[in-house]
């Protein structure tokens, strides 16, 4: 297969080009290591166990670093011949009815094209054509603005026209089928989630990012832990969090459906000026991402597209840009007693005036990360940290002598970075939170005007993962008391109360799927391989599980004793569940309603009722199906109020 083909077939159908292409620089470097590994006499890889910065030491003995060949840099740089290979491709998909391929297609000859050339404007108007044919005259209109603005071949300007006449067509079509009124609730309800799900009412004086009744504290059984202070009822909103850093799962397949910089989905992006890797909504996120964190990016992207890198290597280098090299220095100097000694406890992340900063390095640094328990694995992630340090030092200027520290002995410098790249490769797998969103239509009827968005059965899509300085201090509990939910508009998430809570009770989310749906002993299991820690919450101990949920009939678990009542009411509690069928019944019959709503995509009035009903389940058993059924009502209400 010709090079360019092989390329392309890598990019397009998203598998590494090294498929058998060439020697693997990896491979070779691998090989390497365990021949010096080998020859040394007392080769002792003896890193179990031992710190991040003495795993560094022990394994660069036997590290040997080989230069990256210049070819990883060109292969997935802009290129013309690549840009209309892949117009080819779009056109040819386009005239199979394969829309969504000939997308792909064409925003991958937009993102392979040269800035400000003939390629560009081209490849825009191509995208145009097909954003016209699948009535999004808003996307075809900015294309073609944006290929007027370039060097569109004057020899073609009939083209350009034709397209802009088709599109005020289509446009005028569109405008006269919207449906004021429903534009109108939709704003409505948008509002409303923006007052009551991504503001904070009341601050909290010193943890950002929280209301004033949440508090962080430390038990020795689960670290840190967040509580609330006061009686807080179902419902309340208690943080709203932005990531530090994230990054997109296919991100090295290049993604062009989510922006590289604040992570919505997106139909019709613009691409980054250097590389063809990164995608953005707009010229704003584009221009803060090439002045921030992706601005080192661009070089060392197409070397890691050029080997299996796992989504977890990428966002520790991204960690490290955005915290930036002076930071890293200034802490590698001085080794600030504020990140290194208060190593355990609640003030973990709390600079020195007693402040936990959202936006700075502190809290991520201080990110739970559990010691490795293979050997393998954590022999094979010491090495890729030194390989990822020697990367970044050839392809940017993160150790080019820097300004701010003239005398630095950069070797040094260096192992201390690998150490500091350890530690976040590890403390991604403990804390990082899933991106995701609801899945979008697939372009296949061109005909099918409106595509049924029917937001309150949609899957969701899970697209990306990212690092949060506050969401992250949330432990796991199998029956938990909040949910986090994500708002693709504000690009924050906020943690919402599934029950009333009482002063002094943690706020815990879940980390796997709701207790009811699995066993006790398989929760136990994967909790402990993934998260490594042995779940001890009200679930695992009194072994609630699917087998164990009340059926519809009303029966029930006393909420004092867990006991399993047929009847209703407990033996031993009877005062306290007397009148349990009536509850019930009420409960049951609002659920219905709340149903109805949300099938009639009336999410506003669905949250409100179901807030309210999940607020008048004081005291139910949390085993109780139809408490379980409310909160994923109230879930499913929340998710459609945000994607309006
Ligand atoms: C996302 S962090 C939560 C914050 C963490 N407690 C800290 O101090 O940074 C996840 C880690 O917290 C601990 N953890 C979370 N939930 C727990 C639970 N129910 N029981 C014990 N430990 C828990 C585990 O060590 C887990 O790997």
């Not at 292969?75 to 969504?100: L, V």
């Amino acid at each position: 297969m010709a090079v360019n083909d092989l390329i392309i077939n890598c990019i397009l159908e998203g598998k590494t080009y090294e498929n058998g292409a060439e020697t693997n620089h990896l491979e070779r470097m691998y090989r390497k290591f365990c021949e010096n590994a080998e020859k040394g006499e007392d080769a002792k890889l003896d890193i179990f166990g031992k710190s991040e910065t003495e795993r560094v030491q022990i394994i660069k003995q036997f590290f040997e670093w080989i230069p990256v060949p210049d070819s990883y840099f060109s292969r997935f740089q802009k290129s013309p011949e690549m840009a209309s290979a892949f117009r080819d491709y779009g056109n040819k998909a386009y005239m199979e009815d394969d829309y969504g391929k000939a997308l792909r297609a064409f925003n991958l000859a937009v993102g392979f094209a040269i800035p400000g050339g003939p390629d560009l404007a081209m490849a825009y108007v191509k995208r145009a054509d097909l954003f016209l044919t699948l009535n999004e005259p808003d996307l075809a209109q900015r294309d073609i603005n944006l290929a007027a603005k370039l060097a569109f071949p004057k020899k073609a300007a009939q083209k350009l026209i034709d397209v802009q006449n088709r599109c005020v067509t289509v446009a005028n079509r569109k405008n006269a089928s919207v449906n004021v009124p429903n534009s109108k609730k939709i704003n409505e309800a948008r509002r409303f989630c923006n007052d009551k799900f991504f503001k904070l009412k009341s601050p909290h004086a010193s943890i950002q990012n929280v209301e004033e009744f949440v508090d962080i504290d430390y038990r020795s059984e689960c670290g840190r832990r967040v509580i609330v202070n006061r009686d807080i009822p179902a419902g309340t909103v208690m943080l709203v969090d932005s990531p530090y850093a994230f990054m997109l799962e296919n991100l090295l397949k290049w993604d062009t459906e989510h922006c590289h910089y604040c992570s919505r989905p997106i139909l019709g992006g613009i691409p980054c000026n250097s590389c063809t890797f990164a995608w953005f909504c707009s010229d704003s996120c584009c221009a803060k991402a090439c002045t921030g964190m992706h601005k080192s990016e661009h070089k060392y992207l197409p070397y890691l597209q050029c080997h299996p890198m796992q989504c977890r290597i990428v966002t520790a280098a991204r960690i490290l840009f955005t915290a930036g090299p002076e930071e890293l220095y200034r802490l590698y100097e001085t080794k600030d007693p504020i990140y290194f000694s208060s190593k355990f406890g609640a003030t973990r992340g709390f600079n020195q005036d007693g402040i936990y900063e959202v936006d700075s390095y502190l809290p991520i640094f201080h990110l739970i990360a559990h010691p490795p328990s293979k050997f393998v694995k954590d022999l094979a992630d010491t090495f890729k940290a030194l390989l990822m340090v020697n990367v970044i030092e050839q392809t940017t200027d993160f150790f080019r002598k820097p300004k701010y520290a003239p005398n630095c002995n950069i070797d040094e410098f260096k192992d201390f970075v690998a150490s500091v790249f350890l530690r976040h490769m590890r403390s991604f797998e403990f804390n990082a939170i899933t991106l995701s969103k609801l899945q979008q239509p697939i372009y296949s009827d061109p005909n099918n005007n409106t595509p049924s968005l029917n937001l309150a059965n949609m899957k969701t899509l899970r697209y990306g993962a990212a690092v949060y300085p506050v969401l992250c201090l949330l432990n796991h509990s199998c029956d938990p008391n909040a949910v986090p939910v994500r708002s693709l508009k504000h690009a924050r998430t906020s943690v919402v109360a599934l029950k009333n809570l009482k002063r002094g009770d943690e706020i815990c989310i879940s980390y796997t799927p709701l207790f009811t749906l699995q066993d006790t002993s398989d929760r136990i299991k994967y909790l402990l391989d993934r998260y490594n820690f042995f779940c001890a919450c009200d679930a695992c101990n009194h072994c609630w599980s699917n087998a164990n949920r009340t059926n519809a009939c009303g029966e029930s678990h006393c909420d004092k004793c867990h006991r399993y009542l047929l009847s209703g009411q407990c033996p031993a509690c009877m005062e306290r569940d007397k009148c349990m069928p009536q509850i019930v019944g009420n409960l049951q019959k609002q659920a219905t309603q709340i149903e109805k709503l949300i099938e009639g995509q009336q999410f506003k009035e669905a949250e409100k009722m179901a807030s309210s009903c999940l607020e008048s389940c004081e005291g139910f058993s949390s085993c109780f199906s139809l408490f379980i059924d409310l909160q994923y009502l109230y879930k499913r209400a929340l998710v459609g109020l945000f994607n309006q």
